[in-house]
């Protein structure tokens, strides 16, 4: 994973700021989330393969806390979401759980691109092309309105990817 230095050391300070907000509120639903993502990004960008069993440790930890303290945490559910349908099974992976998880943050939150881009892609490998088409074109759409040109660029790809003749198996 390539991450840019500049990115990296805003991870590391925000991963510390949480760190510090956990010792004194370990009860905090943003704290917790933080913490989980941008330790993970600082984890992976030192190698996923490495550092698998503590990202998944981390999930398992500060996420899946945020989760409990707060249910309609939007960002929290997207990301154990995507964390599901990422996962092998044999890793505690459920793509179903994970779609479940993807819609319900959109339902709390409609605007959520990185959600719509997330879902439309488990959408995709799970074989329902025709839902995968619908959310990536919300994708792009809520993503113009925004002024999200990464998100735009990804829904863009996932549609492309979508309307070739060999869409299904370009996902799997």
Known sequence: ?????????????????????????????????VYFAATGR???????????FTLVGLDRKYLDRAISLDPRYASALAAKG?????????????????????????????GGVGTRVVLAK???QQGDVAEARVQARR?????????????????????????APIAKASFH
Do not use: W
């Not at 300070?13 to 905090?28: H, T, Y």
């Not at 600082?42 to 698998?52: R, Y």
């Open 82 to 110: 995507g964390t599901l349908l990422d996962l092998p099974t044999l890793f505690g992976g459920d793509p179903a759980e994970g779609l479940r998880l993807l819609r319900r943050a959109i339902a709390i939150n409609p």
């Open 122 to 124: 488990g959408l995709a």
């Open 42 to 52: 600082i984890l992976m960008a030192d190698g996923i393969t490495k550092n698998f």
């Open 1 to 33: 994973m390539d991450v840019d230095e500049t990115a990296l050391a805003l991870y590391r300070a925000a991963s510390q700021q949480a760190g510090e907000v956990l010792a004194r509120n370990p009860d905090s639903p943003g704290a917790n989330f």
């Open 139 to 163: 994708a792009a759409h809520l993503a113009c309105i925004q002024g999200r040109r990464k998100a735009l660029s990804e829904a863009t790809a996932i549609l492309d990817q979508l309307n």
